[in-house]
């Protein structure tokens, strides 16, 4: 029977491991800094500036390019609290892991479904817009197009969209046979994508009329705001560098060189990109054009090959777009999985391949389904919300975490702290109230169901908590947690002893204060 008062279940803190990554985790150590930059960069680039243009641009015109700076503002303040966060907590999960070394397990709860919408929600949407230049290549190669009914889900007059099925499937194999392959997948696809993109700068800015950006702002700033929640879905992929802590070489120096250097390719190619569509083509024809980019091309040059070419190009990037993130989402539930609040088939992984096979599998499975019968539109926002408020909770996990641990070892730490992380936090907040209804309902929804499940299941079965019962993890002073499992080799000394009463946490000593407000997020015993 658990010692813990409900609210020390709720708000306890995981201690931050001592080596730079989880004991005890299975994954094998193999992405390079190199390698983790480009897994930034092929999660992000290709989610969202190959189609999305489409979408934002009838929202807010020409003055999408502020919609652009805005998100791209908000999420460069955010990647830098990431980048403090994965040099201080260098393990899988992302953002959940952040929080549950910060804020407590419930909050790590709340914030493990964002990530699981923000992940699973995105891959779903990534396929449906590479199933549309699929079908682009195809009819430019051989002059004919796939049946409406195979590339369309039942809202849009279709039944099913099986490219993207297909692509899902082709993701789920090659994750499962190894992440060293996926890597090296990933980093060619991220150079082809790359090339694909400053030829379509090279070529469209032939075609640039000024007069397209006469009307501005059609819809005022409303009409920015809410085409900005719309293209942060365009962001989403940076924080994958995140999901790979397990995986990483030295993490702690490499994680946040990752991260930064994958924003900053990545705001310079959409920049680049959004700026010579506008100037290319009018605002008016961008609704519903599916295949932006390559229509774009086709009707400068008057011919198909440069539109082949970009179509071409987005087929085999946006390969890796799906990939990276359905990589994090496998990860995410891995680390979920490692501390009880999800079930354990998640953790399992094969020992020859050494990937979490079961995982990737189910993870496919209910993705492919997302991908095949729903629009894309409502798949971005989800997107969107679920990245923001992640986002939010990795700013205030930094801000926690250094009044908490202040000598904490960082390799990386946020620049003029605490106005960073107070101002990503109020640009999340600000993007999420231009949100369609509907969407924050829908996100609110989804949270109340996993917080449910935790209630019922993953508070039961935290390793965590299991730890502290057993007196495993024990508070040995004033916002200073020490592990003493005799798996990390650690033996309690008389004065920590003395320090929680020799009775271990929840007797009413020192250790009954384990998930207190000043309680360390655990800085082990370092």
């Known amino acids: 029977m658990s010692t813990q008062t409900l609210r020390q279940q709720l708000f306890r803190v995981k201690p931050v491991p001592r080596d730079g990554g989880e004991t005890g985790s299975t994954l094998k150590r193999s992405i390079g800094l190199f390698q983790l ?7 992000t680039i290709g989610t969202g500036i190959f189609f999305i243009l489409s979408e934002a641009v009838p929202i807010a ?38 929080a549950y070394s910060t804020l407590g397990e419930l909050p ?29 290549l195809i009819n430019n190669l051989f002059g004919m197009e796939l049946p409406h009914a195979l590339l369309y889900a039942p809202e849009e007059g279709g039944i099913i969209n099986l490219p993207a099925i297909i692509l899902i499937g082709l993701c789920m194999l090659l994750l499962i046979r190894g992440t060293t392959h996926s890597v090296v997948a990933n980093t060619i696809m991220v150079l082809i994508k790359i090339a694909v993109l400053l030829f379509f700068v090279a070529v469209g800015i032939t075609g640039w009329n000024a007069d397209h950006f006469a009307d501005f702002a059609p819809f005022g700033f409303a009409g920015v705001m809410t085409g900005a929640g719309i293209i942060f879905f365009s962001f989403v992929g940076l924080d994958a560098v995140a999901t790979a802590g397990d995986e990483a070489k030295n993490p702690r120096r490499n994680l946040p060189i990752a991260l930064i250097a994958a924003l900053v ?13 506008l100037g290319a083509q009018a605002t008016g024809e961008f609704d519903g054009q599916a295949a932006g980019l390559s229509a774009i091309l086709e009707n400068i040059v008057g011919a198909s090959w440069p539109g082949t070419v970009v179509a071409a190009g987005a087929v085999i990037s946006i390969f890796s777009v799906t990939l990276v993130v359905l990589y994090g989402q496998t990860r995410i539930l891995f680390a979920m999985s490692r501390d009880g609040m999800a079930p354990k088939v998640f953790q399992k992984v094969n020992p020859r391949t050494m990937t979490p096979v079961a995982n990737t599998i189910i993870v496919s499975i209910v993705v492919a389904i997302l991908a095949g019968v729903l629009p894309i539109n409502f798949l971005a926002e989800m997107t ?18 250094r009044r908490r641990e202040p ?30 209804p509907i969407t924050i309902i829908v996100f609110a929804g989804w949270t109340a169901l996993v917080l449910v499940w935790y209630s019922f299941t993953g508070r039961k079965n935290s390793v965590l908590g299991k730890r502290i019962d057993t007196g495993l993890i024990v508070l040995v002073g004033p916002g200073r947690y020490r592990e003493v499992s005799g798996a990390d080799g650690v033996e309690i000394d008389d004065a ?12 009413g000593s020192a250790g009954s204060g384990l998930a207190g407000g000043s309680a360390d997020s655990g800085g082990g015993a370092r």
């Open 108 to 136: 790590a709860m709340g914030v493990a479904a964002c990530l699981l919408l923000e992940y699973g929600v995105s891959t779903a949407a990534v396929a449906v817009g590479w199933s549309q230049y699929v079908n682009q």
């Open 265 to 277: 390719v990545v705001t310079g190619v959409y920049v680049a990109v959004a700026l010579t569509a």
């Open 496 to 507: 920590d002893a003395a320090a929680v009463g020799r009775g271990g946490p929840g007797d």
């Open 407 to 436: 000598d904490l070892e960082r390799k990386f730490r946020v620049p003029f702290y605490p106005v960073v992380p107070i101002l990503s936090i109020i640009g999340c907040l600000w993007i999420i109230k231009d949100l369609r």
């Open 37 to 43: 930059t480009l897994i930034g960069v092929g999660g």
């Open 61 to 98: 015109g020409p003055a999408v390019i502020w919609s652009f700076i805005i998100a791209g503002l908000v999420a460069g303040l955010s990647v830098l609290c990431y980048a403090e966060l994965a040099s201080s907590v260098p393990v899988s999960g992302s953002s959940y892991s952040y």
């Open 384 to 401: 969107s919300i679920g990245t923001l408020a992640a986002f939010l909770v990795v700013s205030i996990a930094v801000i926690v975490l």
